[in-house]
């Protein structure tokens, strides 16, 4: 089993349209958690991190459910820009525990 | 602004030849990254460095080499050992808000 696992999409949705990605993760030790954003061919940037609680952050909601160990990202009212491919980090805990997912991939149509 | 520096944004290397990544960053981070991505695949980490004149490998070290001597600097060499070279390799570092990465450089084996 991966130690972070995403669907790989691609995930085609009109603009407008709220969608939803899942990430889980296997080690329940994990510390911090983060949603990137990477657009094809450039460097992962990052979009959010994921608090406990729950957070927003515009048109972006971030949530973990540590029981269940999977962290989730909703966009809502999808844009043309939004389209990208969205990795999904953990923290074992660490320098060297960063785990990245391979990535869900968006496409926003007109 | 600051920031990390990657160079070459492109680079070819003939078989049995050992090339060197440029790294550099001014936002005074102690902790810097290199990673790999392959398509399809998360990024993985090669090696890690925490402070000057330390460093550690990661998951896919072999057939590469590091130094750390300056806090600015990270050079990643891939040597002719590395079998399987081409990819995408981020480097990165590490502040209080999460991971910064430099825009990448992209080798190919010709």
């Given at each position: 089993r991966k130690e972070v696992e995403q669907?790989?999409?691609?995930f085609n949705v009109p603009e407008g349209a709220t969608v939803a990605f899942n990430c889980t993760y296997s080690?329940?030790?994990?510390?911090s958690f983060f949603w990137y954003r990477q657009d094809c061919r450039k460097e992962p940037k990052l979009l959010m991190s994921v608090y406990s609680s729950g957070n927003e952050d515009g048109r972006f909601t971030a949530q973990l459910n540590r029981a269940s160990q999977y962290i989730s990202l909703l966009i809502r009212?999808?844009?043309?820009?939004?389209s990208a491919t969205y990795l999904c980090v953990v923290n074992f805990?660490?320098?060297?525990?960063l785990i990245f997912g391979a990535g869900t991939r968006l496409a926003v149509h007109p | 602004d600051g920031g990390i520096t990657q160079s070459p944004k492109y680079l070819f290397r003939k078989e049995g030849q050992n090339v060197t990544l440029s790294c550099e960053q001014n936002?005074?981070?102690d902790a810097m990254y290199w990673y790999r991505q392959d398509p399809g695949q998360g990024l993985r980490l090669i090696y890690y460095s925490q402070i000057v004149n330390d460093f550690q490998k990661g998951d896919i070290a072999e057939g590469y080499s590091v130094s750390r001597e300056k806090k600015e600097s990270f050079p990643l060499t891939v040597t002719s050992a590395q079998k399987n070279p081409t990819a995408f390799y981020l480097c990165a570092s590490q502040g209080d808000y999460g991971y910064t990465f430099g825009s990448g450089t992209r080798l190919t084996v010709v």
């Amino acid at each position: 089993r991966k130690e972070v696992e995403q669907d790989p999409g691609p995930f085609n949705v009109p603009e407008g349209a709220t969608v939803a990605f899942n990430c889980t993760y296997s080690n329940s030790a994990s510390q911090s958690f983060f949603w990137y954003r990477q657009d094809c061919r450039k460097e992962p940037k990052l979009l959010m991190s994921v608090y406990s609680s729950g957070n927003e952050d515009g048109r972006f909601t971030a949530q973990l459910n540590r029981a269940s160990q999977y962290i989730s990202l909703l966009i809502r009212d999808s844009k043309l820009s939004d389209s990208a491919t969205y990795l999904c980090v953990v923290n074992f805990g660490g320098y060297n525990k960063l785990i990245f997912g391979a990535g869900t991939r968006l496409a926003v149509h007109p | 602004d600051g920031g990390i520096t990657q160079s070459p944004k492109y680079l070819f290397r003939k078989e049995g030849q050992n090339v060197t990544l440029s790294c550099e960053q001014n936002l005074n981070h102690d902790a810097m990254y290199w990673y790999r991505q392959d398509p399809g695949q998360g990024l993985r980490l090669i090696y890690y460095s925490q402070i000057v004149n330390d460093f550690q490998k990661g998951d896919i070290a072999e057939g590469y080499s590091v130094s750390r001597e300056k806090k600015e600097s990270f050079p990643l060499t891939v040597t002719s050992a590395q079998k399987n070279p081409t990819a995408f390799y981020l480097c990165a570092s590490q502040g209080d808000y999460g991971y910064t990465f430099g825009s990448g450089t992209r080798l190919t084996v010709v």
